[in-house]
C-alpha cells in the first residue's frame, strides 16, 4: 500500500555539509535586486502567486540552475530541493536521457503545429501505463486539461452540475476557483474576483473524504450533476490521502447515477505510480487529468479516458477543443524520455523507502523537541502539518499553526534546504533524494524543531 504512516526512529547527518557558498541571504544579495526589479515588471514580482513567499515572509530565490536533488541560486547558494518544479522532477533536475531528448528535439524544430510521431510515442506509454486511458488528448497545461474535461462531461452527459471538493485544486478554471463555504456542502462561491457567480453557480463543493454528504448531495441533485472530479491523493492542501473506501464509494455512486467520475492526477499519475492513484487504489475513472510530468517538466497536460466518451472530442466529435502549441515536440520528447524509465517497479519502490525513511524521521525529530506536528506523506511526496491530531480535509489541514511553518521554512532554508514556501502545498522527492540527502534533512529539521521549542 503506497499510502502509510509507519513509526520510526530519527536520522542524523549534516545539512550543512549540503550547501555551497554564504551561510546566509542579505538584503544586498542578488535574488532580492532581482525582485525588486521584477516587481517593477511583473505583478508581485512571480509569474505564480506562491513563488513570492508571502506566506512564508522574506525574499524568494532566483534560480540558476538544478541538478539531480539540488537547486542553485543566483548567488551560487546550493539547495536540497523539495519541491521539485511543483512535482514533475520524478527523476530530479536536469535528468541526462531529458536534456538530450529537448537537445536533439529542438534541432530539429521547436514547434510544428502539425502531427508529429513524437505524440504518437508519448500517448502509447500513457494509455500502456493508466488503467482507465484508452484515449489521450495533449493540451499545454494542467488547468487546460481539467477545463477541457469538465467541458467533455457536461457534453457527454447533456448535465451542467460540476461536483468538487474544498481543498482540491484543479487548476484556474473559472469554474473550479469555488471554495467551500461553513457547511460541508455549499453552492460554488467565487474565490478570485472576475469569475462571475453564474460561473460557478453550476459548482457544488463538498467535504474531501466525506462520501456520506456527497451521497446527500446526489439525493437532492443527481440527475443534474455531470462529473464529480476530485485529486485522488490532494495534494494542494497539504499531502492528504483519501479514507478507506472514500474514492471507491465516489466511483459507485457516479455509475448510478450516470454522472461521470474524474481523478485529478496532474501530481499522482507517475508519481506515486506509473499508474497513478487510481492504480493503487483500484479505480476506473471515466476521465483522468494529467499534468507537466508526462512531458519531464516541460509544459504539458492530457485527459483520456474512455473511448467512447473521447470520441465525443472535435474532430471526431462536436466538443471543440485545440491548441497550437498541443503535442509540442519539445515537451512530447521530454516526456517519452521521462516516463520510459518508469517502468520499473523498483524506482516505486526505492521512491516510497525515501519517502517513508525521511516521514519516520521528521516526526521522530518533533517528537523529540518537543513540537506537536502531523506527517503525511505517500510515495514521493509528503506534507509536515504544524497541528497535532489526523488530517483529513480542508477544515483539518487549515488548524495547521502557519506562523510555526514559516519558521520551520526560514530555518531549514538557512540550512540550504529548500522546501515549498507554504504550509499547504506537498514536499516533493524524487530517485536523487539518497539516503545522505534525507539523513542530511533530518539534521536540519532536527535543529529547525529545536528552534521552534526554544521560542515559542
Known amino acids: 500500500?503506497?499510502?502509510?504512516?509507519?513509526?520510526?526512529?530519527?536520522?542524523?547527518?549534516?545539512?550543512?555539509?549540503?550547501?555551497?557558498?554564504?551561510?546566509?541571504?542579505?538584503?544586498?544579495?542578488?535574488?532580492?535586486?532581482?525582485?525588486?526589479?521584477?516587481?517593477?515588471?511583473?505583478?508581485g514580482g512571480v509569474n505564480s502567486p506562491v513563488r513570492a513567499f508571502a506566506a512564508v515572509g522574506g525574499t524568494p530565490l532566483f534560480i540558476s540552475r538544478g541538478d539531480g536533488a539540488y537547486l542553485w541560486d543566483v548567488d551560487g547558494n546550493r539547495y536540497v530541493d523539495y519541491v521539485m518544479s511543483w512535482g514533475p522532477l520524478v527523476h530530479g533536475h536536469a535528468?541526462?536521457?531529458?536534456?538530450?531528448?529537448?537537445?536533439?528535439?529542438?534541432?530539429?524544430?521547436?514547434?510544428?503545429?502539425?502531427?508529429?510521431?513524437?505524440e504518437v510515442r508519448l500517448a502509447r506509454l500513457v494509455v500502456d501505463a493508466v488503467p482507465s486511458v484508452e484515449s489521450v488528448r495533449f493540451v499545454s497545461s494542467g488547468t487546460e486539461a481539467a477545463m477541457s474535461a469538465v467541458r467533455l462531461a457536461r457534453a457527454w452527459t447533456g448535465r451542467d452540475l460540476i461536483v468538487k471538493f474544498a481543498g482540491n485544486y484543479h487548476g484556474h478554471v473559472d469554474a473550479l476557483l469555488a471554495q467551500a463555504g461553513s457547511g460541508s456542502l455549499t453552492l460554488g462561491v467565487p474565490s478570485s474576483p472576475g469569475v462571475p457567480g453564474v460561473v460557478?453557480?453550476?459548482?457544488?463543493?463538498?467535504?474531501?473524504?466525506?462520501?456520506?454528504?456527497?451521497?446527500?448531495?446526489?439525493?437532492?441533485?443527481?440527475?443534474?450533476?455531470?462529473?464529480?472530479?476530485?485529486?485522488?491523493?490532494?495534494?494542494?492542501?497539504?499531502?492528504?490521502?483519501?479514507?478507506?473506501?472514500?474514492?471507491?464509494?465516489?466511483?459507485?455512486?457516479?455509475?448510478r447515477t450516470g454522472a461521470l467520475l474524474v481523478l485529478d492526477e496532474v501530481i499522482t499519475a507517475f508519481r506515486v505510480a506509473a499508474g497513478g492513484a487510481q492504480h493503487v487504489f483500484d479505480i476506473h475513472p471515466d476521465l483522468t487529468i494529467l499534468g507537466k510530468i508526462i512531458g519531464g517538466g516541460l509544459p504539458v497536460g492530457a485527459y483520456g479516458g474512455r473511448r467512447d466518451i473521447m470520441d465525443r472530442v472535435a474532430p471526431v466529435g462536436p466538443v471543440y477543443q485545440a491548441g497550437t502549441l498541443s503535442g509540442n515536440p519539445l515537451a512530447m520528447a521530454a516526456g517519452i524520455a521521462s516516463l520510459e524509465?518508469?517502468?520499473?517497479?523498483?524506482?516505486?519502490?526505492?521512491?516510497?523507502?525515501?519517502?517513508?525513511?525521511?516521514?519516520?524521521?521528521l516526526r521522530q525529530a518533533a517528537k523529540e523537541e518537543g513540537?506537536?506536528?502531523?506527517?503525511?506523506?505517500?510515495?514521493g511526496m509528503l506534507t509536515v502539518f504544524f497541528t497535532d491530531g489526523p488530517i483529513h480535509d480542508l477544515d483539518d489541514a487549515q488548524?495547521?499553526?502557519?506562523?510555526?511553518?514559516a519558521q520551520f521554512f526560514q530555518d531549514m532554508l538557512e540550512q540550504g534546504i529548500y522546501l515549498p514556501p507554504s504550509q499547504f502545498e506537498s514536499w516533493m522527492l524524487s530517485s536523487r533524494h539518497t539516503p545522505e540527502i534525507v539523513d542530511a534533512t533530518l539534521a536540519g529539521a532536527r535543529s529547525a524543531f529545536g528552534r521552534i521549542a526554544r521560542l515559542n
Not at 536521457?97 to 524544430?109: C, K, N, Q, S, Y
Not at 517497479?345 to 524521521?361: K, M
Request: with cysteine; charged share 20%.
Open 341 to 361: 524509465t518508469l517502468r520499473d517497479g523498483a524506482f516505486y519502490r526505492d521512491l516510497e523507502q525515501a519517502t517513508a525513511r525521511l516521514a519516520a524521521g
Open 1 to 43: 500500500m503506497v499510502v502509510t504512516f509507519p513509526p520510526g526512529n530519527a536520522v542524523t547527518g549534516d545539512a550543512r555539509a549540503h550547501r555551497e557558498g554564504p551561510a546566509s541571504r542579505h538584503p544586498t544579495d542578488r535574488s532580492a535586486e532581482l525582485f525588486e526589479e521584477a516587481k517593477t515588471l511583473i505583478p
Open 95 to 118: 535528468f541526462p536521457p531529458v536534456v538530450e531528448a529537448v537537445r536533439t528535439a529542438a534541432a530539429l524544430g521547436t514547434s510544428f503545429g502539425a502531427p508529429s510521431p513524437a
Open 200 to 255: 460557478t453557480a453550476a459548482t457544488m463543493v463538498a467535504r474531501y473524504n466525506d462520501s456520506a454528504a456527497v451521497e446527500t448531495l446526489f439525493s437532492e441533485m443527481g440527475s443534474n450533476i455531470a462529473a464529480v472530479i476530485v485529486e485522488p491523493i490532494a495534494g494542494n492542501m497539504g499531502v492528504v490521502p483519501p479514507r478507506e473506501g472514500f474514492l471507491q464509494a465516489l466511483e459507485d455512486l457516479t455509475r
Open 399 to 405: 488548524r495547521s499553526d502557519v506562523g510555526l511553518y
Open 371 to 379: 513540537v506537536p506536528i502531523t506527517v503525511n506523506h505517500c510515495t
